[in-house]
């Protein structure tokens, strides 16, 4: 992989969630700074949002956001990040979409989802006929399709190199048991650290 220990795609497109790729984002890069802290640049990974078009992406609540690469000059990459929002539903009816997923799936060491994702995922073919999950007001519609087996109640089902997040937070506890997976509990640990996340539903923690 070169300078780089995994190279992470993230797929933006008009109308995607912000927090379901952006909550994933900082935890990638969180890593990063963690180990640049401790004097480690060989095990950096690299993340890149990736367009179907390189350029201006808005999304789901008004953000407007660059991409670094469009499909046709995305490098090879270790893990695939697909976020879900009102764009996702749009993007299931894209061919090209669902060709760029499927081609980059295959040669993925994981292939993840947040939120309405996973109906990406599921329509291009790497989630077909396995266990995933979405965000709740979603279940029923990703039921009624038939491609897959739908699971509640997880804030991450893992099914081999499929991990699907339900919705918009989940999305972090997912990428901080990736970086688990490709760095080791001890990382994922000090990257939570960092971004001091230790989240309490909000009428428990309060004062």
């Not at 991990?163 to 918009?168: E, H, K, L």
Request: proline fraction near 5%.
């Amino acid at each position: 992989m070169g300078e780089f220990a995994n190279r992470i795609g993230i797929l933006i497109f008009d109308g995607a969630e912000e927090l379901d790729f952006v909550g994933p984002w900082e935890v990638f890069t969180m890593s990063n700074e963690v180990f640049a802290l401790r004097g480690d640049k060989e095990t950096a990974d690299r993340v890149l949002l990736v367009s179907e078009t390189a350029g201006l992406i808005r999304c789901a609540k008004g953000m407007r956001v660059q991409s670094d690469v469009g499909f046709a000059d995305c490098p090879p990459l270790d893990v695939l990040l697909v976020p879900g929002g009102q764009g996702a539903r749009r993007e299931v009816d894209n061919p090209a979409m669902l060709q760029w997923i499927a081609d980059r799936a295959a040669g993925c060491k994981w292939v993840t989802s947040v939120c309405t994702g996973s109906l990406l995922l599921t329509e291009a073919g790497p989630a077909a006929g396995r266990r995933v999950t979405t965000h709740w007001g979603f279940v029923d519609a990703l039921e009624e399709r038939g491609k897959a087996e739908v699971l509640t109640d997880y804030r991450y089902v893992r099914d081999g190199n499929l991990v699907t997040a339900a919705g918009v937070s989940a999305g972090i506890d997912m990428a901080l048991w990736l970086v688990g997976q490709l760095h080791g509990p001890e990382q994922a640990r000090a990257t939570q650290m960092g971004m001091q996340y230790d989240p309490a539903p909000p009428y428990q923690a309060e004062i």
